[in-house]
């Protein structure tokens, strides 16, 4: 059993891959923002994670495994959110001129996270994505759901961040 540090806490997380859903608790500096952890220059090449459960989404069925530690390698990782209830402070400024949310769907392997993102008002959604440049990008008041997993429900977060790159985006309307 691992002992926390006095300048570190454990988070619960989630982790979305290609084809797993892996949520258990991760350890970091008490100063740290795990919301966004994976945007800076501190994001490990693996995020270690205790008691994590692993949801397999690559048959028919799903199928879930439970082990005393896990090592997800960063690159692999296509989505990333705090555990409900849990949550940061969001990332932007909301007196931010010139911005709009925009109604997303973002598709993640069987995953759908609906929410908005945060784009300029002086262009549609198309060119925002295509041209921006960051590797993870935030998505904000996101509705998780899975049709794969009835079990699964539907998950509310204030924010979590995804890799542009490696989703689907859609509109709906």
Do not use: C
């Not at 959110?81 to 402070?89: G, K, S």
């Not at 904000?140 to 979590?160: C, R, S, W």
Request: charged share 15%; no cysteine.
């Amino acid at each position: 059993m691992y002992t926390l540090a006095s300048d570190e806490k454990a988070s619960g997380v989630m982790i979305y891959t290609h084809n797993t859903l892996i949520y258990g608790e991760t350890l970091t500096k008490q100063t740290t923002r795990v919301s966004v952890w994976l945007r800076t220059d501190g994001a490990p090449e693996y995020i270690h994670l205790l008691k994590p459960q692993v949801i397999f989404l690559n048959g028919s069925t799903a199928k879930g495994l439970s082990y005393s530690e896990i090592y997800v390698p960063t690159a692999q990782i296509i989505g990333f959110h705090l555990t409900p209830p849990a949550h940061d402070p969001l990332d932007y400024d909301e007196s931010e001129m010139n911005r709009k949310m925009q109604p997303v769907t973002v598709l993640v392997g069987t995953f759908a996270f609906n929410g908005a993102i945060r784009i300029s008002t002086q262009v549609d959604i198309g060119t925002s994505i295509s041209s921006g440049r960051a590797i993870w990008m935030s998505i904000y008041d996101v509705k998780i759901t899975n049709p794969q997993l009835a079990q699964f429900g539907e998950i509310h977060v204030p924010m979590l961040v995804v890799r542009p790159g490696r989703v689907d985006f859609a509109l709906n309307g």
